[in-house]
Nanobody, 127 residues
């Protein structure tokens, strides 16, 4: 099992930046594909970005491409999401997720393939 704890959320003005971090417990962090999702109240959880076990492959939602960067440090058991040029529509609770199952890359955009989730961190972007 792995436990995930997100941090780094907050209130930022449009155009600003935030860096989210997710700390994972356990000694097998490098065997997990990691993802970031976000959710607004009343809406489905939405894929933001994912990163392969080695960090060599990254995947982004169209809304995140060019603005967000996902990265991981397997030595420190952490995954980060650098968010630049933030927009009010980026406002949501952001969740870190992990799976140690292997899928075709597009499947990692689906919340149901992830087995472990953090509690979430609120990101609010003011206009």
């Amino acid at each position: 099992q792995v436990q995930l704890v997100e941090s780094g959320g907050g209130l930022v003005q449009a155009g600003g930046s935030l860096r989210l971090s997710c700390a994972a417990s356990g000694r097998t962090f490098s065997s997990y594909t990691m993802g970031w999702f976000r959710q607004d109240p009343g809406k489905e959880r939405e894929f933001v970005a994912a990163i392969s076990r080695s960090g060599g492959n990254t995947y982004y939602a169209e809304s995140a491409k060019g603005r967000f960067t996902i990265s991981r440090d397997n030595a420190k058991n952490t995954v980060a999401l650098q968010m630049n040029s933030l927009k009010p529509e980026d406002t949501a609770v952001y969740y870190c997720a992990a799976t140690n199952k292997v899928y075709a890359s597009r499947r990692y955009e689906t919340a149901s393939v992830y087995d472990y989730w953090g509690q979430g961190t609120q990101v609010t972007v003011s206009s």
